[in-house]
């Protein structure tokens, strides 16, 4: 159980975007908040995503009806699953990088410069002149929306968990021989300094939307996910043991993917203005690999145990949606995979292009890739954050939090009171307060 829901934790949220935010966030004062906002606000929210399912036992819409809430509590459920397709979107463009930096890895491209290029501005001019352009990053989406289509087709889904399940703890171990290579690079402890010593000055609304929005993406929280996966948990299952223990897990991968990161990046001297946060981990990490003999194969493993853990996130989140359609108008299993996933062959392609040639399209200010990005996960994960909070603490069953804490009082629970005051009180509260701060 815990295997399964930290699988659907750690992922490119850990991996690629926890460190571009805390590049784009200042460094130690995003990771200061996001550590606040895991534990004040993260894992209580998770409790009442688990306390739900378990007691609804059905999908993000479905728990509510099953719980007898009434009718307009339904929509908290629909924008979580619109909120998790929106993000499916442009995680497919990042799961397609993953996927060529594998192929490079493996031809060996990745690590060739041009005649007269250093190493590092060859990193650099590769993956921007790579996610730049028109096609190449086109097809290797395409490669990832068609591998989820016959993934989800076949219904292997569990198989493929599985062998996550096998090679997330392989990808903890060569995680820690990357910290150790980082560490001892040339001009690392500026890059900690960075990440590690906040300068609270620089705290903005911006700094905390963000931060809140990365531990909501990276714990998969507001997006249905895992009330549909605690409404396969048993009876007996410790529901605040598990949401502790996944929460710190994922933080502890994002750290470590912050120990990796930002001594390479000043050590590399690529700090430099113009680098896109989005591209950081796929300049970084070759040339960490780099620093390491067999540079090839390390760089192999890695890029293929992150493709892995992207498809495992890419099927959980199409999941959802297929589930709910399928339910919703009692269509067939695979006329559901095609609604779902083909849109996905225009959206995704509009998100990977708006990095080049559509660049000029902007809404708000960003392009489509980030909008979709800012919107979803900074505020549609909060705002369905707060109206599950609302429902679970005020107008759910009075017994139903409880219940599913202390497993219907068969064990202790400390923790009961000050969740339910979280969720009651300061969760409404202050992730509103933060929303409101973000707009004006
Ligand atoms: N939490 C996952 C990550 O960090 C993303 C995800 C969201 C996966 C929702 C599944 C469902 O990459």
């Known amino acids: 159980m815990i295997a399964a829901t930290v699988g659907s934790a750690v ?10 935010e805390v590049q784009s966030n200042g460094g130690a004062v995003f990771l200061a908040i996001y550590i606040l906002c895991v534990l004040l606000l993260g894992i209580p929210v998770m409790l009442a995503e688990f306390s739900l399912g378990r007691a609804g036992h059905s999908d993000a819409v479905g728990v509510f009806k099953n719980l007898k809430a009434g009718k307009c509590w339904w929509a908290v459920g629909g924008l979580a699953i619109l ?28 690590f060739s410069p041009e005649v007269g290029e250093s190493a590092s501005t060859h990193y650099v001019m590769k993956m921007e002149s790579f996610v ?50 980082s560490l001892t690079l040339p001009g690392a402890a500026e890059g900690l300094e960075f990440f590690l010593k906040p300068d609270f000055s620089k705290i903005s609304a911006t700094t905390v939307v963000n931060a809140l929005g990365q531990a909501f993406f990276s714990l998969s929280l507001g997006m249905g996910i895992l009330i549909t996966y605690s409404s396969y948990f048993p009876k007996d299952a ?12 994922d933080l502890l991968v994002a750290v470590m993917m912050g120990l990796i990161i930002f001594p390479a990046v000043t050590s590399f001297g690529l700090s430099s203005e113009g680098l ?13 690999f780099g620093q390491m003999p067999m540079t090839q194969l390390w760089s192999i493993l890695f890029f293929l145990l992150l ?38 062959f225009v959206l995704s392609a509009l998100c990977s292009l708006s990095l ?85």
């Open 11 to 20: 992922g490119l949220g850990n991996i690629w975007r926890f460190p571009a």
């Open 83 to 110: 909120a998790s397709y929106l993000i499916l979107c442009f995680y497919m463009v990042v799961a397609g990088w993953t996927f060529e930096y594998l192929w490079q890895s493996i031809s060996g491209g990745l």
């Open 132 to 181: 730049t352009d028109s096609y190449n990053p086109l097809i290797n989406t395409y490669m990832m929306i068609l591998i989820n289509l016959v993934v989800l087709l076949a219904g292997v889904q569990k198989g493929i968990e599985r062998i996550s399940n096998v090679m997330m703890p392989v990808l903890f171990l060569i995680l820690l021989i990357f910290i150790g290579v």
């Open 238 to 249: 410790k529901l605040t043991r598990t949401a502790m223990t996944v929460s710190l897990l």
């Open 276 to 288: 896109r946060g989005a591209t950081l981990v796929f300049i970084t990490l070759p040339e960490v």
């Open 307 to 344: 493709t892995v853990a992207a498809l495992t996130s890419t099927i959980s989140i199409a999941e959802v949606s297929v589930a709910f359609i399928r339910d919703r108008f009692k269509m067939k299993r695979w006329k559901a995979c095609l609604i779902v996933l083909m849109p996905l």
């Open 356 to 440: 080049g040639p559509l660049s000029h399209i902007r809404l708000a200010g960003f392009n489509i890739f980030d909008f979709l990005d800012n919107m979803a996960t900074n505020i549609m994960l909060p705002i369905g954050s707060i109206f599950l909070c609302i429902y679970v603490g005020w107008f759910a069953p009075k017994t139903m939090l409880p219940d599913q804490l202390t497993n219907n009082g068969t064990i202790r629970s400390r923790m009961y009171r000050p969740v339910l005051f979280i969720i009651r009180y300061i969760a409404p509260l202050l992730i509103g307060l933060v929303l409101i701060s973000y707009f004006i």
